[in-house]
T-cell receptor, first 113, second 116 residues
């Protein structure tokens, strides 16, 4: 089954404790992206990747890191999480970005206390 | 900077009726793509419909159609014969493509409730 998976689905952590949210797709897509969803703000793009070893900042990259060492994986790293990073996070992938449909993961609910 | 505006935070419609969700955007580019995504209570994001800016013909997918007005930078979604399963948050999104990279900007969403 074609899908985007994210882990964990739910995470409660404390300020400053490094964490990684994994994202994997099995559709051989070149384009992958991370978004955060906050009430009243919609989805905002954090980082995206056009292909392996090619990443770039979205609109809200501060406090986040990403890497794309393999085509299928695109982890999101929070080196020192803060309460303002409490949010719902989505990973998405598409064949090549732009006009192609994005397939979204199920979301990760992160709470930073 | 590109922006996407959805001015209707919440809407409701009777089952079987028609409803239109509005979306406006701001860009100086000539080549771009527009999308409507649906997010039901399950939180899963699902593509509803997409429109290429260079196409004048409005996109249609079954009960869903758009009214794309490029000069006015407007991209509204019409849902005909509304069904209970259409109850969801709807997001308008813009994809910038002319610079060689693909960045997406989403609106703040319209929460649609279909009433039985």
């Amino acid at each position: 089954e074609a899908q985007v998976t994210q882990n964990p689905r739910y995470l409660i952590t404390v300020t400053g404790k490094k964490l990684t949210v994994t994202c994997s797709q099995n559709m051989n897509h070149e384009y992958m992206s991370w978004y955060r969803q906050d009430p009243g703000l919609g989805l905002r793009q954090i980082y995206y990747s056009m292909n392996v070893e090619v990443t770039d900042k979205g609109d809200v990259p501060e406090g986040y890191k990403v890497s794309r060492k393999e085509k299928r994986n695109f982890p999101l790293i929070l080196e020192s999480p803060s309460p303002n990073q409490t949010s719902l996070y989505f990973c998405a992938s598409s064949l090549r970005g732009g006009e192609y449909e994005q397939y979204f993961g199920p979301g990760t609910r992160l709470t930073v206390t | 900077a590109q922006t996407v505006t959805q001015s209707q935070p919440e809407m409701s419609v009777q089952e079987a009726e028609t409803v239109t969700l509005s979306c406006t955007y701001d860009t100086s580019e000539s080549n771009y793509y527009l999308f409507w995504y649906k997010q039901p209570p399950s939180r899963q994001m699902i593509l509803v419909i997409r429109q290429e800016a260079y196409k004048q013909q409005n996109a249609t997918e079954n009960r869903f159609s758009v009214n794309f007005q490029k000069a006015a930078k407007s991209f509204s979604l019409k849902i005909s014969d509304s069904q209970l399963g259409d109850t969801a948050m709807y997001f308008c999104a813009f994809a910038r493509t002319t610079s060689g990279t693909y960045k997406y900007i989403f609106g703040t969403g319209t929460r649609l409730k279909v009433l039985a």
